[in-house]
């Protein structure tokens, strides 16, 4: 079992910065491709960034390239999500997830395991 705790979700204007954390415990962490997905109110829920294990290759959804950073610390056993120049579309639930996997590249992972989610709220 993988248990997945996310963190640092809150309500931010538009064109603000925001830094989700996810703390990861219970296998080698470093075993797990992590990933980011996110569910706004009436719809499904969508890949939004990914990384390997190694933190060498990483993929995100067309709708946040160039505007989120997904980043890992196998050290500390957490991965983060910094966002910047937030949109009210990007309001939603943000849960962090990790599918094991010790491939070199990355894409939409498949997830395993799922955190609880955290609260992102952007106002225009």
């Known amino acids: 079992q993988v248990q997945l705790v996310e963190s640092g979700g809150g309500l931010v204007q538009a064109g603000d910065s925001l830094i989700l954390s996810c703390a990861a415990s219970g296998r080698t962490f470093s075993n797990y491709a992590m990933g980011w997905f996110r569910q706004a109110p009436g719809k499904e829920r969508e890949f939004v960034a990914a990384i390997s294990w190694s933190g060498g290759s990483t993929a995100y959804a067309d709708s946040v390239k160039g505007r989120f950073t997904i980043s890992r610390d196998n050290a500390k056993n957490t991965v983060s999500l910094q966002m910047n120049s937030l949109k009210p579309e990007d309001t939603a639930v943000y849960y962090c997830?990790?599918?094991?996997?010790?491939?070199?590249?990355?894409?939409?992972?498949?997830?395993?395991?799922w955190g609880q989610g955290t609260q992102v709220t952007v106002s225009s």
């Open positions: 997830a990790a599918q094991r996997s010790i491939r070199t590249t990355v894409g939409v992972i498949r997830p395993n395991y």
